[in-house]
């Protein structure tokens, strides 16, 4: 009977021990969260770092160069200095057309005859035309009278052409500018994953200059043709800064990441 009471005593105890795991495992089991893991899918490519906007400083008038300020792949701020030039020449010709204009215009006050009077104001107007002309040569944003100076916020300045001394003639090129105040990535996207990039994906942009430093952009365009490039289809692709510090320089490499 002893043994009969010990065995049942055993078995309860058994199958209240078991409850107990089986709850506590269900209970570990539905109380446990589940956890999605979303790992991101990005796009990745090579690119170089282009300025937008360059141009070629050219003169449309005779000038003597006096000096020159500037240096080869030198970046310039906004009304800096960077040549002086002597204009004798060509301020000689605005004042012997201005003095022509002038005479032209006395003669016309002692004409008589409505021949004469009329063939003298289409001198005068020739003469007008021709002055309009010379003076709007020197009208431009990157000549203060006899001084060529930076008409941009920022750039670089690069393929200078003339020395101290050089006689410049009408149409010469003088130097070239690329402006640094609106930089831009361009990267090439291989075909198989351009259905992957839209316009204004966020891209991380990496330069090879210095890894550890990280610039944000975004995609601004893709290419409607692709291209062959070392063998290899790809879909051009540009991506703007929106971060710049100014460390990141036309013609630097740079890796980009696109998110998806």
Known sequence: M???????????????????????????????????????????????????AEKNIIVDFPALVEEVHVREGQQVEEEETLITLDLTEYNAQIENKERELKIARLELDRTSGTTLRNMQRERIAALELELSLLEEKLAKSYLDEETLIADFKSGVIYDIVPRPGDMLAPGSKVFSVMELDNLTVEANIFEEFIKDVEIGALVTIIPLADRTQEYQGEVTAISAKAINKNGETVVPVQISITDNDGFLKPNFNVDVIIEM
């Not at 570990?28 to 282009?50: D, I, K, M, P, R």
Request: glycine letters at 10%.
């Open 2 to 52: 002893k043994k009969s009471i010990l065995t049942l005593v055993i078995l309860v105890s058994v199958a209240l021990l078991a409850a107990g795991c089986t709850g506590t495992t269900e209970a570990g089991t539905n109380g446990q969260e589940e956890v999605e893991v979303v790992q991101a899918q990005t796009v990745e490519a090579f690119g170089n770092v282009v300025a937008l």
